[in-house]
């Protein structure tokens, strides 16, 4: 059995980054040194049908490196914090009982926080009609505007949410809409005050900002060349068809092209475009985790002796669940 810390909280080892800094890669080396089980923290890879778009391993890689909370979902239907925090629970109560360690892996900052950290608003139901009202305000006045509404709620949890991450912005209003209290209110934005219901650690890893930005277009290009067109074709023709807005549709990499399908872009801009949104997604992400102070390491990986060293620091602190 795993052992568990003096208050009987169940392990978690978290693997996060900015997208393109290389976690998968030192994820399954970790698995292949550790009695582990991933669980991926990733809302984009939730889709079936989106493989390229969302750098998800292959089918032959995930049978030989198995992911939970991977494939669950086509890209008609929606996934949501709260359900991720509920299956992720379960998991970990399960993983920890066979004495395997839960890793949990991916970029997706509000995931990962609110599993670990009380997060009172995963819980809220979606508001439909003020919903509707909000993306109608979105398209008359625009994002700046809608950014706006939010500010004056709740502007101390603005400096992690970009003005181009609409769909949040959207989701929290809904969640002042519903509870009357702010954002910041409902979850827990002193992290040295929080009571984590897990005994977790976080590896965050990192690069120097050029390397990991040239990483990220290279990335791109490697995805445009693999298929991301098609996949983002799919997604365009699946809305269309539907009448109604899908949640994978707002992802990076496939909504920028839907000016393209229109006839209202060029290609070659389209593909700058998601180079340029997964470079500041990224910068959002490393901005979100420099607000941890414990329970983290921020460790560099540019290079393969980086690569070790990472791998014996959580050799060192998962000693006890080494493969023999």
């Known amino acids: 059995m795993v052992q568990k810390s003096a208050v009987n909280k169940d392990k978690v080892l978290i693997l996060a980054g900015p997208t393109g800094v290389g976690k998968t890669e030192i994820a399954l080396s970790i698995y292949d040194i550790l009695k582990c089980e991933i669980i991926s923290a990733d809302s984009m890879q939730i889709y079936r049908e989106c493989n390229v778009g969302t750098a998800k391993l292959n089918n032959e890689l995930l049978k030989k490196y198995p992911h939970h909370i991977v494939n669950i979902k086509s890209i008609e239907e929606e996934y949501s914090t709260a359900e991720f925090k509920k299956n992720t629970e379960s998991l970990i109560i399960e993983i920890n009982q066979k004495g395997f360690l839960p890793i949990i892996v991916g970029g997706t900052s509000l995931y990962i926080e609110s599993l670990i950290f009380p997060y009172e608003f995963a819980n809220c139901p979606k508001q439909n009609e003020y919903r509707d009202y909000l993306n109608n305000f979105l398209k008359t006045n625009g994002k700046e505007e809608l950014y706006n509404i939010l500010y004056e709620i709740d502007n101390s949890i603005l400096n992690y949410i970009s003005v181009n991450d609409t769909k949040k912005i959207i989701r929290l209003l809904e969640i002042y809409h ?78 920028e092209f839907f000016n393209y399908f229109e006839g209202n872009d060029s290609l070659e801009n389209c593909i700058n475009l998601v180079k340029q949104h997964s470079r500041n997604y990224a910068k959002r992400q490393i901005t979100w985790f420099k607000r941890y102070s414990d329970n983290i390491a921020f460790l560099e990986y540019k290079t393969n002796e980086d690569k070790e060293k990472i791998l014996s620091f959580i050799k060192e602190k998962y000693y006890n669940f080494i493969k023999k």
Request: net charge positive; aromatic share 10%.
């Open 178 to 255: 519903y509870t009357n209290k702010k954002p910041s209110e409902l979850q827990c934005v002193n992290k040295k005050a929080c009571n984590s219901p897990y005994d977790y650690f976080i590896i965050f890893l990192n690069k120097d900002r050029e390397l990991l930005y040239d990483s990220i277009n290279r990335r791109v290009d490697d995805m445009v060349n693999n298929g991301l067109i098609q996949e983002a074709k799919l997604i365009y023709d699946k809305q269309k068809e539907l009448n109604r807005p899908l949640q994978v549709a707002s992802a990076i990499g496939y909504k």
